[in-house]
């Protein structure tokens, strides 16, 4: 099949990328004292450099007190890192790209070996299921964190990115308060059901919302499995996913961001017509919203095997193109690939595949 449909355009509220391809946030925790600086900067310029369609940051968090979990993850608040991340996006559009911070809230999951100096906070004072940790949040702590991810967006969107990312997966704060693991509240922003605990998510995203205006695009992350279990699944059923997502997309989210392990695996057993859509082919199917499918997309040097999960050369990356040529989702995100090589794009576009790199785990110690 042609590459074509991976090369071509996708325009949503203004925001026009050149091909289907997004950079997906990794955390690096490279940033001193949680300040961006010119090596943050050209890191991104790089990947712009490298045709990638959609950069999305590495975590960045709010302004709270206990919102990160390791000490060079990068804040988007305060004076001396917005004027860090401006340098970001100056690098960026100089080179042509596109880019969004990833907004975030860590909640009470475990760093490495590293702890903030106030408590961790989460919906029940717990990082799993029975696993004590931190303190539970009061309804004052919900308010301001909610007022916090506004303002980020805000700041963001005055900075000119080109769009944000709330990330509500993995088991950080927001997934937190959907996880019924986690989520043991008896009040507004807890219950029974998923679209019960998702209250807090989408107060979030209306109040971001307020603050950017109608026409600027927002992406929110979500994932069944959480990095403290990684067989959680919060939507066993397509309705449970839609009473989950629907409320968020109603809020006000433009595109669902769905993070699964292995993307080409299907979400649900076999049902009639849906032609074992994924994670995010369910979600762009139940709500309408765009969708950016994600995992494990470019990890082996012959990353074709890894997108159908089968085969190698043709036949697999084949698999992701008839997936996007029948509008299953619209954008895939690239992740460790992305860390290794940052001239991925072009060279799966020219068909150079032998001078792929692949990913190497030494390259987390460095912005290559």
């Known amino acids: 099949m042609s590459s074509d449909i991976l090369f071509s355009p996708f325009t949503l509220k203004g925001l026009t990328l050149p091909n289907r391809i997004v950079m997906a946030p990794m955390t690096r925790g490279m940033a001193e004292g949680g300040i961006p600086g ?7 310029r790089r990947r712009a450099q490298g045709d990638v369609g959609l950069i999305l940051t590495e975590g960045t968090v709010v302004d709270r007190p206990a919102s ?3 000490a060079g993850i990068p804040f988007f608040h305060g004076e001396k890192a917005l004027a860090g991340w401006d340098s970001v996006v100056k690098a960026v559009h100089s080179a042509g790209g596109r880019i969004g911070p990833q907004l975030w809230h860590t909640g009470s999951t ?29 309804e004052e702590d919900i308010a301001d964190t909610v007022a916090a991810f506004a303002s980020a967006a805000a700041d963001a969107k005055r900075l000119g990115f080109d769009t944000v990312e709330l990330h509500g997966a993995h088991g950080y704060l927001i997934d937190q308060f959907f996880w019924s693991g986690t989520n043991k509240r008896t009040d507004l922003f807890g219950g029974a059901t998923i ?8 107060e979030v995203v209306r109040s971001v919302r307020a603050a950017v205006g109608p026409d600027f695009p927002l992406i929110l992350r979500v994932s069944q499995w959480k990095q403290q ?17 629907v409320p968020l997309v109603e809020a006000g989210v433009d595109i669902l961001h769905c993070s699964q392990r292995r993307f080409w695996e299907p979400e649900f057993a076999q049902i009639d017509g849906t032609e074992g859509l994924n994670f995010a082919g369910w979600a762009k199917k139940l709500t309408g919203a765009a969708t950016i499918s994600v995992g494990s997309v470019g990890l082996d040097s012959d990353f074709f095997a890894a997108f159908g999960g089968e085969g190698s050369g043709t036949a697999a990356l084949d698999n992701l193109y008839t997936r996007l040529e029948r509008e299953e989702f619209d954008l895939i995100a690239v992740g460790r690939a992305l860390i290794s090589d940052a001239h991925w794009v072009q ?3 020219n068909a150079q595949l032998a001078e792929l790199k692949g990913f190497n785990a030494a390259d987390l110690g460095a912005l290559v």
């Open 38 to 44: 010119a090596a943050n900067a050209e890191y991104y």
């Open 68 to 70: 990160r979990n390791m």
């Open 110 to 138: 475990h760093g490495r070996g590293w702890e903030p100096d106030a408590p961790v906070e989460s919906p029940s004072g717990l990082v799993g299921p029975d696993e004590a940790r931190g303190v539970a949040m009061t």
């Open 195 to 202: 679209r019960e605990r998702a209250r807090f998510a989408a």
């Open 229 to 245: 279990d990684y067989a959680a699944r919060l939507a066993n059923t397509p309705d449970e996913m839609a009473s989950w997502l």
């Open 347 to 349: 060279k799966v576009k």
